[in-house]
C-alpha cells in the first residue's frame, strides 16, 4: 500500500520560509520521480515542481529561485523548501507519484501566507 504524509505546513508572514516535507511508503522510493502540487481555493490542482531519480529537477515559473526541490532516498522523504513566500502562495500543498500502472497523492499540507 503507498502512502504519502506531508508535512511542515502552516501559517508564516510574507517573504518568511517554510520546509515542507513528504515521507513515502509501500515503494521503492529511489526509482521513481516525485513531484510537489499544490491548490489554492477556488482555484485547479498545479505541479510546483518534480524531481526526478536522477535528482534532475523541474519548476513552475511562479516559484523559480525561490523554491526548491530535493530528496533523500535513505529517508524516503522529498522536501520542498520555500523561500520568499508571497501571500499567493497560499495553497494546500500535495506529494504526487506516478508509478505508471496508477498514481498516488498525499493528503495535502496548508500553508498561509500573510501580507
Known amino acids: 500500500q503507498v502512502q504519502l504524509v506531508e508535512s511542515g505546513g502552516g501559517l508564516v508572514q510574507a517573504r518568511g520560509s517554510l520546509r515542507l516535507s513528504c515521507l513515502a511508503s509501500g515503494l521503492i522510493f529511489s526509482f521513481n520521480s516525485m513531484s510537489w502540487y499544490r491548490q489554492a481555493l477556488g482555484k485547479q490542482r498545479e505541479l510546483v515542481a518534480r524531481?526526478?531519480?536522477?535528482?534532475?529537477?523541474n519548476y513552475a515559473d511562479f516559484v523559480k529561485g525561490r523554491f526548491t526541490i530535493s530528496r533523500d532516498n535513505a529517508k524516503n522523504t522529498v522536501y520542498l523548501q520555500m523561500n520568499s513566500l508571497k501571500p499567493e502562495d497560499t495553497a494546500v500543498y500535495y506529494c504526487?507519484?506516478?508509478?505508471?500502472?496508477?498514481?498516488?497523492w498525499g493528503q495535502g499540507t496548508q500553508v498561509t501566507v500573510s501580507s
Open positions: 504526487y507519484v506516478d508509478l505508471g500502472s496508477y498514481y498516488y
Open positions: 524531481i526526478s531519480r536522477g535528482d534532475t529537477t
